[in-house]
């Protein structure tokens, strides 16, 4: 989501829901989300037109852009925190291991 990519960085200031669209470069900083390999759909759905959602661009910012165009997707899986990694190193061939 939008929120994820603002948590995923390590500027703090990037968690403010109301400074969309993001086009400070500060939220790319330390960013395990940010990628200059292509764009990213949100799962967020713009509200001002069910036809556009939200993207993150190869350059950093986020902005509502139309759902038609081919996007990189990354699949998501939220934990509770009472999940722990018991072991591998997070690698195709040594995907983690986790239990509660």
Known sequence: ?????GYA????GCTDSTILPITNNACM????????SFLQWTI??????????????????VYNYSANYASGVRPVL????SIKITGGTGT?????????
């Open 9 to 12: 960085s390590s500027n703090s």
């Open 1 to 5: 989501s939008v929120a994820d990519f």
């Open 78 to 81: 939220y934990l509770k925190s």
């Open 44 to 61: 967020t759905p713009y509200s001002g037109n069910s036809f556009y959602v939200w993207n993150v661009y190869t350059g950093g910012i």
């Open 29 to 36: 900083s330390d960013n395990w989300m940010f990628t200059t």
């Open 92 to 100: 195709s061939s040594d995907p983690y291991k986790l239990s509660s």
